[in-house]
């Protein structure tokens, strides 16, 4: 059995305002190095225990990892930034 630590959570938000989250049986270094080519793919597949599910990337806005990727280094990289305020959809003043 894996550790949890060999587990990265991926959450995607998509166009239309809805989200969806996933654990990814890679750790999160591994999938740093993935990343960018898997987002310049016209679809991600991932297979489930009881279905498989295809990620278009194109419909895909957003997306949040849980453990953080401090390996993330170069221009347009902040690090040590920290969320003011949650994010809204259709917010109505």
Known sequence: MQ???AFTE???YYING???SFDIPVSSETFAQQLPDLLSQP????HLFDQTVIVFTAQIIK???KPPIP??????VF???QRVTALTRGAKV
């Open 3 to 5: 550790s949890q630590a």
């Open 10 to 12: 991926i959450t995607f």
């Open 18 to 20: 809805e989200t969806e």
């Open 43 to 46: 679809y991600i597949t991932l």
């Open 63 to 65: 997306v949040e990892l």
């Open 71 to 76: 390996e993330f280094q170069g221009q347009g």
């Open 79 to 81: 690090s040590e930034s």
